[in-house]
């Protein structure tokens, strides 16, 4: 054994987490991103017609259901999709209760729920 074998250990340790961090998201879920994108459109309307027509779903619950042991990865991207959904008209987006405009900035936590048929608050 090499006198420097922990020392071989950790560039090998080092080099795994270099390659995790420069994946994509998709690499784990075989790299289609338009497959990607399509799983959560679907699975954020079906998660909001299985509430009742007022209710919200968290962002998260759409990439948990699909892939629960790196949902945290397709975050960036299902804001991307509700975004599109919003900006189509079939689900708002809430923060505080209130509809916000899909185009303005997310920041801190937000809630999706099917479209009311309210346009959203103009955006500031």
Known sequence: MCENSSNFESTDAWFAAAKLAMTSPYDS????EDAVREELRVTILELLGKRAP?????????PRALHPENWRDL????????RQLA??????IT????????????????????ASGKPPSASK
């Open 87 to 92: 900006l189509s008209g079939r689900i708002e």
């Open 95 to 114: 923060q505080k209760g209130r509809v916000i405009h899909p185009e303005d900035p997310l920041r801190g936590p937000i809630r999706l729920r099917l």
């Open 29 to 32: 879920l075989g790299g289609d």
């Open 75 to 82: 975050m960036d991207i299902t804001r991307e999709v509700a």
């Open 54 to 62: 007022a209710a919200t779903i968290c962002p998260s619950e759409a």
